[in-house]
């Protein structure tokens, strides 16, 4: 799918040390050849409470994935439209061919909550431990330039100024 094609619904596919992780069918809200936005009720089962926010059936994720960046920013809201903030994905850029959306996830995330004032950087003890930096050097620093960026935005003009 290109800029100005037709198609309406994809399949994401998140894969995490060559395995997939999760699939799920998602409707195509943008896609303008850079930045492919999608969006998607929660797709795992039941509820994810990391403590921090809880995802849980009902909740809409907006995802936004770019071709030439090395992250994904999800917008996730209540069914309700409340805001919960944004989970961001620290991947190599998206891939999308023949109606599926290939994201690899690299370990690293960040979370923003909805008024800015929690900005988490997660799980850096698994991506120390998954051996990236060993195995692509070039690809775990710029996993790490990628979370810099993000969280430098996050805590100076907000997440949302990426989006527009």
Do not use: N
């Not at 690299?106 to 988490?120: E, I, M, N, R, T």
Request: glycine content about 10%; aromatic content about 8%; some cysteine.
């Amino acid at each position: 799918m290109s800029a100005g094609s037709a198609e309406t619904t994809l399949e994401v596919a998140l894969v995490k040390a060559g395995r997939t992780k999760i699939r799920y069918p998602a409707d195509v809200v943008r896609d303008d050849g850079v930045r492919v936005t999608v969006r998607a009720p929660w797709a795992a089962p039941g509820v994810r409470d990391f403590g921090f926010v809880r995802f849980e059936p009902g909740d809409v994720f907006t995802e936004h994935y770019w071709r030439d960046r090395w992250f994904a920013v999800k917008e996730v809201r209540t069914g309700e439209g409340g805001l919960k903030g944004w989970y961001c994905d620290i991947t190599r850029p998206a891939v999308l061919r023949d109606g599926q959306l290939l994201v690899e996830d690299l370990d690293l995330d960040l979370w923003v909550s909805a008024d800015g004032s929690s900005v988490l950087r997660l799980d850096e003890d698994e991506f120390e431990e998954s051996g990236l930096a060993g195995r692509d050097p070039a690809a775990a620093d710029a996993a790490r330039r990628a979370l810099d960026e993000l969280e430098h935005l996050a805590r100076t003009e907000g997440l949302a100024s990426l989006l527009v």
